[in-house]
Each structure stands twice: as structure tokens, then as C-alpha cells.
């Protein structure tokens, strides 16, 4: 079994910033691909960026200069650094990842309970 801790969310003001953090523990290898989505009320969850297992990175064109995704392989934890923070980014904010649970086993997929992020004034 393998929990996802997710951290980092809360308010802050427009034009500032907040760092996520997914840390994965229990029966995990490592995390081989992560994501960071996020779901706003009356909107469905999207995509925000994503970390391949080599590291290449993605983002979504509504964040993509202000967000940046990063990992930590020796601690299991996937990191969202958010700048210029503006109200329409307010949203829950989730983490996915691909982990190892063993050797010889498939990639399973987890998702992480989600950490509110609201920006306002």
C-alpha cells in the first residue's frame, strides 16, 4: 500500500507564489511519472504539468512560464513550484503518479487527496 502526502497549498495574495510538495511512502520503489492536475468548482480537473520518468517536463498553455514541476527521486516527492499567482488559478490541486510498488510488478497509478490553493486578495 502506498500513501501520497500532498502539501504546500493555502492563500496567498495575486503575484505570489506557493510550492506543492507529493511525497510518496509505504510499498513504493519509485515514482517513474508524476502529474500535478487541478480542479476548480463547477470545472472539471485538468491537466496543469507533468514529469516524465527522464524528466522531460509539460505544462498546460495557462501556466506554462509561471509553473515549474520537479522531482526528488531519492525522497519520492514531486514538487509544483507556482509563481505569479492569479485568482483563476484557485483550484484544489492533485497529485498523480506512476510509482514502482516492486521489482517485477507493473507501474501502478495513485492519485494524492488533493490540497487547496486559493488566490485573492
Known amino acids: 500500500q502506498v500513501e501520497l502526502a500532498e502539501s504546500g497549498g493555502g492563500l496567498v495574495q495575486p503575484g505570489g507564489s506557493l510550492k506543492l510538495s507529493c511525497t510518496a511512502s509505504?510499498?513504493?520503489?519509485?515514482?517513474?511519472?508524476a502529474d500535478w492536475y487541478r480542479q476548480a468548482p463547477g470545472n472539471q480537473r485538468e491537466l496543469v504539468a507533468e514529469i516524465a520518468s527522464g524528466g522531460v517536463t509539460n505544462y498546460a498553455a495557462s501556466v506554462r512560464g509561471r509553473f515549474t514541476i520537479s522531482r526528488d527521486n531519492a525522497k519520492n516527492t514531486v514538487y509544483l513550484q507556482m509563481n505569479s499567482l492569479k485568482p483563476e488559478d484557485t483550484a484544489v490541486y492533485y497529485c498523480n503518479v506512476q510509482y514502482l510498488p516492486r521489482v517485477g510488478l507493473p507501474l501502478y497509478d495513485y492519485w494524492g487527496q488533493g490540497t487547496q490553493v486559493t488566490v485573492s486578495s
Open positions: 509505504g510499498n513504493v520503489i519509485r515514482i517513474d511519472a
